[in-house]
């Protein structure tokens, strides 16, 4: 993944790995459990088998999951516990920026009622 490419690069394409809400659900079913068979991110997701395939390819891809067969059974788990940090700092950060447009929103109510 890195092949002498500039770090800011690397992380994009991380990134892009992340870039769909069906990818950012299964990681969190992950992070919930330490590991998850296919059936079970089926029912919980309720994707069709094809869709779910698909966007686990793209997390393995990104090295963000790792997936075991036994027997008939596959399962994933995070690849990483960096990735359910992630995860968190993502939550975490998305909760402050709402927090600050809410402030900012207010305070532009407040100023528009003031000029009225």
Do not use: C, W
């Not at 997701?45 to 963000?64: D, F, I, K, N, W």
């Amino acid at each position: 993944m890195l092949t002498g490419r500039p770090l800011n690069e690397v992380k994009a394409d991380l990134f892009k790995g992340l870039a769909h809400p069906v990818r950012i659900r299964v990681l969190e079913l992950l992070a919930e459990e330490d590991e998850r068979t296919v059936a079970e991110l089926l029912e919980l997701t309720g994707l069709e088998a094809s869709h779910l395939s698909q966007h686990l390819r793209v997390l393995r891809t990104y090295g963000l999951v790792v997936s075991e067969r036994r027997a008939s059974t596959v399962a994933y788990r995070l690849a990483h516990p960096s990735v359910a940090g992630l995860l968190t700092a993502a939550r975490t950060l998305l909760h402050d920026v709402l927090l600050s447009h809410q402030v900012l929103g207010a305070q532009a109510a407040q100023l528009a009622e003031a000029q009225s």
